[in-house]
């Protein structure tokens, strides 16, 4: 069943136009990943899905839903979650305290609401198990400032997981980590429940190769190639770009 689908996508930006005419259908459960180089529209995308951006032309749907309109929270509310290339955690707050607020904005309950102790353990708890699966356990207490960049970017994922969502944007999540970083990442992100529908945005190819269902390729805004990694890796277009340019991608094909 088609999750989120994206119906003739355009989006100009003044004169410039940063996506042509993108339709793309990703199903209950896919894991699609977005590349392209520098340029193309994979961050302009995204933002049309999240909501960050309203598309000059052309609609988003989510389950059926007709989202185009809709602001980033009403998405999210109902599912669609996201992590961008920027920084996006409150600096000041410690990393417990970071996810703690996403899980509790999440569950709607205003601090003062806080009528029992149940509840109160039970946002605990959440933010616990998340902190946990990211490997930033032992970092709870410790300003989101003062952590690694890498961990930063882990703990970016950490806020958006705390919404449970149904399906995840990720636009470079393991941009700006070390190798051992990226490799952590990218077995945390092979580890999420096969239910999650994912799109990623992701320049390392052995990541993309290795956790998505489907690739497809921009190209100045618009889509060269879709199709399985076997298929976009021999698509002679995606060959053309990126051989030469990329050690990397080169490998893969
Ligand atoms: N808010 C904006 N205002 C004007 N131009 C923009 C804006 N956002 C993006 N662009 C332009 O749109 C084009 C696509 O940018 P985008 O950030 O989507 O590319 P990208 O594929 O994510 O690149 P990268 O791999 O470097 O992250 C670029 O030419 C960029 O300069
Ligand atoms: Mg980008």
Redesign the pocket.
């Given at each position: 069943m088609t999750q989120l689908k994206a119906d003739h996508l355009h989006k100009d930006?003044?004169g410039?136009t940063?996506?042509v005419d993108v339709t793309l259908e990703v199903k209950s459960g896919e894991r699609r990943a977005i590349i392209?180089?520098?340029?193309?529209?994979?961050?302009?995308?995204f933002?049309l899905l999240a909501g960050e951006?309203i598309p000059t032309s052309g609609r988003v749907y989510f389950d059926g839903q007709d989202i185009t309109h809709l602001p980033v929270h009403a998405r999210a509310n109902l599912g669609l979650s996201h992590t961008f290339?920027r920084n996006n955690l409150f600096f000041d707050l410690t990393v417990f305290e970071n996810v703690r607020l996403a899980v509790q904005h999440h569950r709607r309950l205003a601090w003062q609401m806080f009528k029992s102790a149940g509840s109160y353990q039970a946002i605990n708890e959440e933010t616990e198990k998340i902190l946990s699966q990211l490997g930033l356990s032992d970092h709870r207490q410790q300003l989101a400032r003062h952590l690694a960049y890498g961990q930063q970017r882990s703990l970016e994922v950490a806020l958006a997981l705390a919404t449970e969502p149904r399906a995840l944007l990720l636009?470079?999540p393991t941009a700006g980590m070390s190798p051992a970083e990226t490799a952590e990442m990218a077995k945390f992100i092979e580890s999420l429940p096969r239910s999650l529908t994912m799109l990623i945005?992701e320049?390392d190819m052995d990541v993309v190769f290795s956790l998505a269902d489907r690739i497809t390729a921009?190209h100045y805004?618009q889509v060269i190639a879709e199709g399985s990694p076997e298929e976009v890796r021999s698509n002679p277009m995606v060959q053309e770009i990126y051989l030469g340019t990329q050690s990397a991608v080169k490998r893969h094909l």
């Open positions: 930006f003044g410039l940063a996506l392209g180089p520098n340029g193309a529209g994979k961050t302009t995308f933002k951006h290339q636009d470079e945005v320049h921009l805004g």
